[in-house]
């Protein structure tokens, strides 16, 4: 029986999840919930998640979310190749050490910067502070160092000299950032080149089906109904600004 993933593929998460399914074959349906029109807050959806966060994933009558634990409990059940979650208690340390750092060393500001950049002035027409944005993107430069000199240093990949869990958690995080419009690439040559394995070893056609929506979001955001996205402004303000 396939496993049902629960996916708005403008969420890095989401991305991360998909492309391990679909790189290791294993049987999903997927069901789009758009974050955006509120769907992940149906009564349906919550007997999935009852977080109500995507991504989500549905095996018969069992149910999680957590896109981590849910790599992990795909890379069990369906055993696949060692090198995404490896046996090995040190190559193991290393994907874990990464995948503990990354929600507030790298997606806390990548986020920030597509929302500063992107959402708040084409959403909700709201003009960012200058003083802000620069401190963003400070952030979010120095976040991208710790990848390039900590992460990943002289290796092929996070782990070593093979793609891992690690990898596809960290690179969905940088095109979040990079969809907005800011190329974190430029003069970034170790990471653009780490950035161009994970894409070799994931497969280009993969790669650009999971990141189609996200690098089309400058044009998407522009279709939203701003209406919608109302009862969401004073905690955005509140985060963001």
């Not at 018969?60 to 795909?74: K, L, V, W």
């Not at 190749?81 to 990548?110: F, S, T």
Request: proline share 5%.
């Amino acid at each position: 029986m396939a496993l049902e993933l629960f996916l708005d593929m403008f969420s890095q998460p989401c991305r991360s999840v998909y492309m391990f399914a679909k790189k290791n074959n294993i049987p999903v349906e997927v069901r789009t919930i758009s974050l955006m029109n509120g769907e992940h807050f149906s009564e349906e959806f919550g007997k999935v998640n009852p977080i109500r966060k995507v991504p989500a994933l549905k095996d018969g009558d069992f149910s999680m979310g957590e896109s981590i634990a849910m790599m992990q409990y795909m890379a069990e059940k369906f055993k696949t190749p060692d090198h995404w979650y490896p046996a090995d208690l040190q190559k193991r340390a290393r994907v874990n050490e990464y995948l503990c750092w990354q929600p507030m060393g790298i997606r806390l500001h990548g986020s920030k910067i597509f929302w500063l950049k992107l959402m708040l002035p084409s959403v909700f027409k709201i003009e960012v502070p200058k003083e802000k944005m620069e401190g963003a993107l400070e952030d979010l430069d120095s976040s991208l160092k710790l990848i390039e000199d900590t992460f990943i240093q002289d290796r092929a990949f996070i782990a070593g000299e093979q793609i891992s869990m690690a990898d596809l958690v960290a690179v969905v995080e940088i095109m979040q950032p990079f969809a907005a419009g800011v190329d974190v690439f430029k003069d970034r040559p170790k990471l653009l080149a780490w950035k161009e394995r994970v894409v070799q070893a994931v497969g280009k056609e993969l790669f650009d089906e999971a990141h189609e929506s996200i690098l089309n979001a400058q044009e998407a955001v522009k279709l939203i109904d701003s209406s919608k996205m109302e009862a969401f402004r004073p905690r955005v303000i509140r985060l963001m600004l």
